[in-house]
């Protein structure tokens, strides 16, 4: 059924297009500037099977989302988590250092000999603070998500979601390393020389911390707080239980008490019979100040009842806080980026650096590697051409601009912002645009049509056909399941794939809408579908596993499965050789219809939310939440 569309454009979408250079769209493009960006996408090899072992990072975007600040124990260095370490003079903020290997969470040792970082590839690492160089790899295939020393340096303990691992560490670490010297002595699964096992199963845990003497370690698990004793790894007791996803837990100095840290509110608890001493709303991470009066996550609360001292205003979203080891300042840092230090005894604002520009984060790259788009904190959207950082437009005036697609053919650019997707044209700055529907505000995709002539809205429950030209709505797709997880156009448009909630992906015909075919095999929700470049193939993806179909009679061809890290993204390469998947910090192309593993590409620190190849096949990009864009090719040196 077809609806004419009655939107027209609204004076406030007029307004959005505040500058737009279009000399520099008349003159066109050269060629990328950057030279190991411009060999590869000028001269580099295309990616193919018999080459995917070669494929490497060759350029990045941003430094990346910061995770986490830890003030070194002398005071010195306060160091930065986003996708590597980034080690900063405490003084000025002086950025000292950069180790650029991908972490989920670092620890400074008491004596200030080494910093401990853990990552999602499985690794632990050791860095030697006097230079900063790698002293020892512990590869342990998990995903880390915390690790901290015990107070006397002689402890190092780590977790999974679902794992405690208690280290012994060694007398020295500057002599090269003997078998066994860094010993596993407590351990929930069979790795090294096992002493010892908890007894409780472990879930949903990101955060551990030492009592003040050592003797016991707090870990989050089912939303419970668990101590152990450290002495012999035994189950000690449960404190309390947490209705939302916990982020932090915290010892106060003296041992008294614990704070933990959830999603909307903070919790003090007894340790010696576990009752709740107070709760205050407000989530976040909570850190007590070291004479332990006062507690910070980033409200300051006195810990006596609970009562609020002052807030942390200056900037949005505080991530992570850190005292520095006297109590005079406070380091704080934002999703904006931002990093300040503040004085405690007058919370006034002592440094601050910006982590991102005034024009934000980039959040996507055009098909052909020739613009970025970034997102400001201002609401403000900016279209930058690679080769030399020049703004060609901005818009501005979106609440927050989730999603952001160019067509195929560059020609023009979609925003989805809070239940409306407005269309720009990219060749002269012109609003095209504005499309709405009732679900809209849970946008899970937008797709083009490989044309151009068509843009795919897909809602929580229906999908939206719209004929770019003059925004006639041609179609509207009704689930008939579950919600909707995303959608991919065949290659010549005819068809239009989505996957469910369910595990069943459905087969649309572009032209009426009527169901073609319905493809059933997965357990759990579809994340991700792709089209070979020839539209014989279906790729979908669920949590680590990918099926390929043969998409004119619906047979399964592979199933193609992989350990850990998840897909959540497909992308086949120009030639059909390859297929990219994208998970948690992993990148894996597999070569079709074989479904082998030929490559890992590592660096990504969080999910992985899109992978693309460029229309000639030089380039795989990836657009990870850990606020990076990397593109990976073949050098041709």
């Known amino acids: 059924m ?35 960006l411009k060999d590869i996408v000028n001269i580099g090899k295309r990616i193919s099977s018999s080459n995917a072992s070669q494929v490497t990072l060759i350029h990045q975007f941003n430094e990346g989302t910061l995770r986490q600040l830890v003030w070194s124990p002398d005071g010195k260095f306060l160091v930065a988590v986003k996708n590597g370490i980034f080690i900063y003079n405490a003084e000025d903020l002086r950025l000292l250092h950069t180790i650029s290997s991908p972490a989920n969470t670092v620890a400074f040792s008491p004596k200030n000999n080494f910093l401990a970082s853990a990552s999602h590839d499985g690794s632990i690492k050791l860095w030697k603070v006097s230079d900063w160089g790698l002293i020892r790899n512990i590869e342990t295939h998990n995903d880390w998500a915390s690790l901290t020393f015990s107070h006397d340096g002689n402890l190092l303990a780590s977790c999974t979601y679902d794992k405690v691992n208690l280290w012994r560490m060694p007398d020295s670490l500057l002599r090269p390393p003997l078998e066994g010297d860094l010993e596993m002595i407590y351990a929930n699964y069979d790795i090294g020389e096992k002493r010892s096992s908890f007894t409780v199963r472990l879930s949903e845990m990101n955060s551990i911390a030492f009592s003040p003497d050592d003797s016991l370690l707090a870990s989050i698990s089912n939303r419970f707080v668990y101590l152990w004793k450290v002495k012999d790894g035994s189950f000690y007791k449960t404190i309390g239980k947490h209705p939302r996803v916990v982020l932090n837990i915290a010892f106060s100095p003296d041992g008294e008490f614990i704070a933990v840290g959830e999603l909307t509110d903070i919790y003090l608890w007894r340790v010696s019979d576990g009752s709740l001493v107070w709760k205050n709303s407000g989530g ?78 980039v959040i996507a790259v055009s098909p052909d590697i020739e613009y970025s788009v970034s997102r400001s904190t201002d609401g403000e959207v900016h279209i930058k051409r690679i080769k030399d950082s020049t703004i060609t437009m901005t818009l501005k005036g979106f609440k927050q601009g989730k999603h952001i697609s160019f067509s195929p053919d560059c020609s023009m650019l979609a925003v989805a912002d809070w239940g409306t997707i407005s269309i720009w044209q990219t060749a002269n700055g012109s609003f095209l645009k504005t499309y709405s529907g009732d679900d809209l505000e849970e946008t899970k995709n937008i797709a083009f049509s490989p044309n151009s002539a068509i843009l795919a809205l897909c809602g929580e429950w229906n999908i939206y056909l719209w004929r770019t030209v003059d925004g006639v709505l041609l179609n509207v797709v009704k689930g008939n399941s579950d919600d909707f997880s995303g ?122 939310e899109s992978v693309r190849f460029s229309a000639d096949g030089r380039i795989l990009v990836s657009d990870s939440l850990d606020g990076t864009i990397k593109l990976w090719g073949v050098s041709p040196f």
């Open 2 to 36: 077809t609806h004419e569309n009655d939107l027209v454009p609204r004076d406030e979408d007029k307004k959005r297009i505040i500058r737009f250079d279009s000399s520099l769209a008349k003159r066109g493009l050269e060629l990328i500037s950057k030279p190991d």
């Open 284 to 361: 976040g991470r909570p850190m007590f100040s070291p004479d332990g009066n006062v507690l910070v996550y980033p409200h300051f609360l006195r810990v006596a009842d609970g009562s609020l001292i002052t807030s942390i205003v200056e900037h949005q979203s505080v991530y992570s806080v850190s005292f520095s080891p006297d109590g005079t300042q406070l380091a704080s840092g934002s999703s904006d980026g931002t990093i300040s230090i503040w004085q405690t005894a007058n919370n006034s604002l002592y440094k601050s650096i910006d982590g991102i520009s005034s024009l934000g984060e």
């Open 487 to 608: 959608v991919a156009f065949s290659p010549n448009g005819s068809q239009l794939a989505s996957g469910s909630g369910d595990g069943k992906v459905f087969i649309w015909s572009v032209e009426d809408g009527a169901m073609i075919r319905v493809l059933q095999g997965h357990i759990g929700s579809v994340n991700s579908i792709a089209y070979s470049p020839d539209g014989s193939k279906i790729a979908s993806a669920s949590m680590n596993i990918i099926y390929l179909w043969n998409v004119s009679d619906g047979i399964l061809i592979r199933k193609i499965k992989q350990e850990v890290g998840g897909n959540n993204c497909l992308y086949f390469s120009p030639d059909g050789t390859l297929l990219a998947s994208g998970g948690y910090g992993t990148i894996n192309l597999w070569k079709v219809p074989e479904g082998l593993l030929l490559k890992k590409l590592t660096g990504h620190s969080d999910n992985i």
